[in-house]
């Protein structure tokens, strides 16, 4: 909304009512998301286990607030003894082939058959631990040097967030980037 306010006051023609319009719309909507982020710290502050997984989620570079309460609502719904490969699954960071037949092999991607809210809590936060977390940014510089593209390399950082992510959450372990990302993963 705030670039679509930008947008409208950068232009000479747009009408001030539009520009009051998208102005109250912010207002209202900052007021909203406030209310729903007290709501939901209330809840999580109320029950110990969830207090534990939050603050556990935010020791990772890159989860703030904001994406440890999106990440942890979307975990609370999933089975406890679900394997890693399945909550990726469950994510849509898992790896689709594209296969046409015996002699016809297209480039692999990720399936985005799961669930958008938890890729979407995963991706700035996930951006943000290349530039701010050493291990994290040696993986990356590893798949930069096996030849992958970068939105190859962008979701294979999810995949593995999310891997250390549902990690401390089954455990009550605060987040630690040296377990998730050891010598062997940052190798080329």
């Not at 947008?7 to 406030?34: G, M, N, W």
């Not at 030849?147 to 089954?170: C, D, H, P, S």
């Amino acid at each position: 909304m705030k670039n679509s306010l930008n947008a409208f006051k950068s232009k000479r023609i747009t009408a001030a009512l539009l520009i009051e319009d998208v102005e109250d719309s912010i207002v209202h909507y900052t007021l909203h998301i406030s209310k729903l982020t007290k709501a939901a710290l209330d809840l999580i502050n109320e029950d110990q286990s969830l207090n534990t997984h939050f603050n556990n989620m935010q020791a990772a570079k890159g989860i703030c607030q904001a994406s440890a309460i999106s990440i942890l609502a979307e975990f609370v719904v999933l089975y406890n003894d679900m394997k890693a490969k399945q909550v990726s699954r469950h994510a849509g960071l898992d790896v689709k082939l594209h296969q046409s037949g015996s002699s016809v092999n297209g480039a692999s991607r990720i399936s985005k058959a799961g669930n958008a809210y938890l890729r979407s809590a995963l991706f700035m936060p996930a951006m943000s631990a290349v530039r701010h977390d050493e291990n994290v940014k040696a993986f990356k510089e590893a798949l930069v040097r096996r030849g992958k593209k970068k939105i190859q390399e962008n979701f294979a950082v999810m995949r593995k967030y999310l891997t250390g992510l549902w990690a401390v959450y089954q455990t009550g372990i605060a987040f630690d980037s040296t377990k998730l990302f050891s010598d062997i993963h940052k190798k080329a």
